[in-house]
């Protein structure tokens, strides 16, 4: 289990860019992946709650639930001896701040080092209950999956004065309550280059340019292991889905032609 001693902004993991190399960070949801990434030298792993889609086959992740980032967050600390380790708190988990900081608790239990939670001012009461609780957050701002249902869409955020100057907004309030890090999905790069540039802590990003602190994504994206979606951003190093089927092919010719 990876030590989850360290407190909030102390973690060499979660640094500003500066001199040095960008954060790199990837989702794993079990043990073997986090074992493998970790050994690989990934500086953050996030169990996200992209859980929903990639591992657990649901159309998007707001069905994903406690009991079930809490059982793979489990494995991934089984797996990971160095990495840090963030937790997605998934969507219903934090919809009063007593709830907040009953759900984060059960996820640092379970191994990981810090909470993500998705949203800004509107979820400030849930922030600052956590953080009470002496516990690493994480922000997400930008697009926010768990909100999908109610954008219709994926969307690119930050596009108009007034989106961007939310963000911004939230993202300086984020940090004046002592995050970690913010995760900024699918923020349009001039925005994302701009709350980097303001912030004292780190930006993660995802889809919103190469001049955040950091860069995330999900693993599967990068190894080719979902080939029915692949997002605009996401560069694809290897054809994993390939060699499964493949593979697949071939022990089946094999246990044809053998007499075992
Ligand atoms: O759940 C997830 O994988 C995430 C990343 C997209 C940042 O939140």
Redesign the pocket.
């Known amino acids: 289990m990876s030590d989850p001693s360290h407190g909030p902004n102390t973690h060499p993991a979660l640094h500003k860019r500066g001199d040095s190399a960008p954060i790199a960070a990837l ?1 794993a949801y079990d043990y073997p992946t986090a074992r493998l990434l970790d050994e690989a030298g990934i500086d953050v792993l ?1 169990v ?4 929903g889609m990639v591992v657990l086959g649901m159309e998007d ?1 707001i069905d994903v639930t406690l009991q079930d980032m809490l059982r793979h967050t489990a494995a991934v600390a089984r797996g990971a001896k160095r990495a840090f380790i963030i937790a ?1 708190l998934p969507a219903g988990s934090y919809d009063s701040a007593e709830q907040a900081r009953s759900s984060a608790k059960q996820l640092i239990d379970a191994g990981a080092h810090a909470v ?1 939670l998705e949203g800004g001012a509107l979820i400030e009461d849930q922030i600052r209950a956590i953080l009470d609780a002496k516990i690493n957050v994480v922000g ?1 701002l930008g697009m926010l ?1 768990q909100h999908v249902r109610e954008e219709g869409r994926y969307r690119k955020k930050g596009m108009t004065k007034q989106g961007a100057a939310r963000i911004i907004s939230d993202a300086k309030l984020l940090e004046r309550l002592g995050v970690s890090a913010i ?1 900024l ?1 699918s923020v349009k790069k001039s925005v994302a280059a701009e709350i980097t540039e303001t912030l004292t802590i780190p930006t993660i990003g ?1 889809g919103s340019g190469d001049q955040c602190d950091g860069q ?1 994504r ?1 693993i599967h994206d990068i190894i080719g292991l979902f080939p029915w979606f692949k997002p605009p951003f996401a560069e694809q190093f290897n054809d994993l889905a390939s060699l499964i089927s493949d593979s697949t092919k071939k022990y089946i010719e094999s246990i044809n032609k053998s007499d075992v």
């Open positions: 989702t996030l996200g709650d992209s859980l992740t997605d993500k997400h999956p995760v999905e995802i995330i999900v």
